[in-house]
């Protein structure tokens, strides 16, 4: 048995397979190029850098976000061990203190006895067991390795990035505090707008003057992910049924709902700093300044991070991978997260977490293991691996899932009977697997 693995890259995917096979007995070489060298959206040198959001989705059962973190919760995942260390006040969400939960997934892997952390750069694929889990932006010279390797030609779709506001720089006598249909406490801030104020918003955004993106495609952008401005291009109601819709929270001056909202997520512990949720622009920092200063109570903010769009790169996964994403020609060597197909923090994480458990199983000369189609750890591997005409990546979704085999009319009740099913699945293959 080969007792050491190599594991490119320490975003979220890579951190968790690390983790996976080193709790397991084996010795992980941990490669990861930061700081030597920065992809165009990493700042950090710290493994798990949360780059978009520092929202990991819902957590809870009747959402398949939060039912993928229960699943992933009972695989002692890592990187769910450093978001609740990590979790701020969020409603229904699970959002963390990026420093703090980079810094937690950081130190439990230099610490551990069987990681040795390898901070370079890798250019080409290595021989023996691995796990290539380099992230959308994998550096020119590591792709064009992988191409030659497996004869593809690179898929790509364009994903951006939501600004970061001070909190000492929002005027609070036009904000609320409060979370929508009252889950959590007041744990997002809210900037309400009547319908005068959401034209003269909407008038600016539409015609505001966007940053050059090479290669910008729309047809390639990824609906989870996409700017405001294309959103909102699309009609001048779709923001106020979208990022901006008010049902659910109530002005406290009016005492009605507003015409739309903005609502702003704390992005660290100490809540100095806010992210504009669903603002994911391409906008020019000038232009971001202008527009969102429109938004009552940002007429002042002070802009600690604008936003950004940049391209993403990942795999034509069903041609080239098996389940537990390891790949067809060579199944010691694994992709993880957002190149595999998978879209999303939380869903990155857990294909390094099944792509670790697989291939442990099989350095032990053992079966690897199949989470099935009830579980959604199973069902994201078998979305990036049954052929299909137009792949595109995917997140965690109840439709991903087999259908409930009887009729639940209320969907909340279905999608929470799905999910029980899911997680008794997964518990019986746990113990019966040996996982």
């Known amino acids: 048995m080969n ?5 490119i890259g320490a975003g979220l995917a890579g951190s968790e397979a690390c983790w996976q ?17 920065f992809s165009p959206a990493h700042q950090k040198s710290g493994f798990a850098e949360l780059v978009c959001s520092n929202s990991l989705k819902a957590d809870y059962l ?22 609740d260390a990590a979790r701020l006040p969020a409603g229904g969400a699970l959002a963390v203190d990026r420093d703090l939960f980079s810094d937690y997934v950081t130190n439990t892997l230099e610490t551990h006895g069987n990681v040795r952390v390898i901070r370079e750069r890798v250019d080409a694929l290595p021989d023996g067991p691995a ?6 932006l994998t550096h020119e010279a590591l792709l064009d390795d992988i191409q030659k390797r497996c004869g593809f030609s690179g898929l790509h ?10 909190k000492d720089s929002l005027d609070f006598s036009k904000i609320f505090a409060a979370s929508r249909y009252g889950k959590g406490d007041d744990d997002y801030l809210n900037c309400p707008m009547n319908e005068e104020e959401y034209n003269a918003f909407y008038d600016a955004l539409v015609t505001a003057e966007t940053a050059e993106v090479h290669d910008f495609d729309k047809s390639m952008v990824f609906e989870g992910c996409i700017a405001v401005e294309i959103l909102a291009a699309r009609g001048r109601q779709t923001l106020a049924y979208g990022p901006m ?34 603002f994911q622009t391409r906008l020019k920092f000038s ?21 950004v769009m940049h391209k993403n790169t990942y795999l034509n996964s069903p041609d080239l991978l098996d389940l537990n994403f390891r790949l067809k020609s060579d199944p010691l060597l694994r992709f993880a997260g957002q190149m595999s197909g998978v879209e999303g923090y939380m869903e990155s994480a857990a294909s390094g977490l099944v792509a670790a458990i697989g291939l442990t199983r099989r350095l032990k000369g053992r079966e690897e293991p199949d989470f099935g189609e ?43 009977f799905l999910a029980e099913r899911s997680l008794t699945a997964l518990k019986n293959i746990i113990e019966t697997q040996n996982l």
């Open 21 to 37: 096979l080193a709790k397991r007995g084996f010795h992980v070489e941990l490669y990861e190029m930061k700081p030597g060298c």
């Open 374 to 416: 009830c579980t959604m750890l199973g069902a994201l591997s078998r979305y990036v691996t049954v052929p299909q005409k137009d792949f595109q990546p995917m997140n965690a979704n109840f439709g991903l899932l087999p259908p409930a085999g009887k009729k639940i009319r209320n969907k909340k009740e279905r999608y929470e």
């Open 62 to 83: 009747s959402n398949a976000s939060g039912l993928l973190k229960a699943e992933m919760r009972l695989m002692d995942s890592l990187v769910l061990k450093a978001a």
């Open 287 to 307: 232009e971001q300044k202008r527009v969102f200063s429109l938004i009552p109570g940002l007429e002042k903010a002070e802009f600690m991070r604008y936003g």
């Open 157 to 166: 779709f364009f994903d951006a990035e939501a600004p970061i506001v001070s």
């Open 245 to 278: 819709k008010p049902v659910g929270l109530t002005d406290p001056r009016t005492g009605k709902m507003p015409y739309a909202v903005v609502q702003l997520r704390r992005d660290n512990m100490s809540g100095t700093l806010y992210n504009l949720v669903g």
């Open 3 to 7: 007792n050491t693995v190599r594991v």
């Open 131 to 136: 796990i290539v889990a380099t992230g959308p």
